[in-house]
């Protein structure tokens, strides 16, 4: 199984890049997208964003990737 963690801060991405999950940013806290982008594997405008797109995460979740 595959683990994903949502943060808005890069020390919430790097602990998950760290964990070995799948580092997913959303731009819903005091960080910008600038900074963000060179941590997430995923980044979304807010947690509603994400959910509009769970199935592109699903696909690379199952492709092993």
Same mark, same amino acid.
């Given at each position: 199984d595959?683990?994903?963690?949502?943060? +808005?801060?890069?020390h919430d991405l790097r602990m998950a890049k760290a964990a070995g999950a799948i580092?997913?940013?959303v731009l819903s806290?005091?960080?910008s997208e600038?900074?963000?982008s060179g941590d997430? +594997?995923?980044l979304f405008e807010d947690?509603?964003?994400f959910s509009k797109h769970l199935k592109m995460l699903n696909m690379h979740l199952n492709?092993?990737?």
């Open positions: 595959e683990v994903a963690v949502i943060g +808005d801060s890069t580092a997913i940013g806290g005091t960080s600038q900074t963000l997430a +594997d995923y947690i509603n964003m492709s092993g990737t």
